[in-house]
């Protein structure tokens, strides 16, 4: 069964960029859409965006602005940086693999991310 | 962006008894192409990722127990567990993936009686 595990630090300072990757193991990025999801405090789930394997992006415009999604195929990664984070970007981010019409049907353990100087 | 409100916020259900989950949308997600509801739930334990139960509003993953079952059509849903068992303690979530933003209930704590 393929395997998400994302990684990066766990503490980032106002304003700087928050940068996580998804190792995918166990199956390929190829194929598939992966998403990122985070949990905060403020905002319980939210979806950020999604990419598929050829690089297509969409996100959520709440956060279009700060956010880019990339795809690694040779790495079979999934990078997430967001931008000018603040105190609100604090939480647990997921990354996921879409199935179906897009349902999250595989999900990473998450690394928690705490925004503070 | 769809709302989607789950009701109720919190439920606790004594162990063999029926549990019932709903989630409305602000807007219809059934597709009418395909006569889909992009509907899925989801659920959370404490220190652990979310776990997809149901998705299409009605399909259980496989190796979900079949006391859990999903319902509904348009804008409102239902999460059934038929016999609460101890192991279903946690938190339950909806989430549309009809159009982007895709978005979460709130999530409905689930507790034993």
């Known amino acids: 069964q393929v395997q998400l595990q994302e990684s990066g630090p766990g503490l980032v300072k106002p304003s700087e960029t928050l940068s996580l990757t998804c190792t995918v193991s166990s199956g390929s990025v190829i194929s598939f859409y992966w998403s990122w999801i985070r949990q905060t405090p403020g905002k319980g789930l939210e979806w950020i965006g999604y990419?598929?394997?050829?690089?297509?992006?969409n996100y959520n415009p709440s956060l279009t602005s700060r956010v880019t999604i990339s795809v690694d195929t040779a790495k079979n990664q999934i990078s997430l940086k967001l931008t000018s984070v603040t105190a609100t970007d604090t939480g647990v981010y997921y990354c996921?693999?879409?199935?179906?019409?897009?349902?999250?049907?595989?999900w990473g353990q998450g690394t928690p991310v705490t925004v503070s100087s | 962006d769809i709302v989607m409100t789950q009701s109720p916020d919190s439920l606790a259900v004594s162990l063999g008894e029926r549990a019932t989950i709903n989630c409305k949308s602000s807007?219809?997600?059934?597709?009418?192409?395909?006569?889909?509801?992009?509907l899925s739930w989801y659920q959370q334990k404490p220190g652990q990722p979310p776990k997809l139960l149901i998705s299409w509003a009605s399909t259980r993953e496989s190796g979900v127990p079949d006391r859990f079952s999903g319902s509904g059509s348009g804008t409102d849903f239902t999460l059934t567990i038929s016999s609460l068992q101890a192991e279903d303690v946690a938190v339950y979530y909806c989430q549309q993936y009809y159009t982007n933003p895709r978005t979460f209930g709130q999530g409905t704590k689930l507790e034993i009686k």
């Open positions: 996921t693999r879409h199935e179906g019409g897009g349902y999250n049907a595989y």
């Open positions: 807007q219809s997600v059934l597709y009418s192409s395909n006569n889909k509801n992009y």
């Open positions: 990419i598929y394997y050829s690089g297509s992006t």
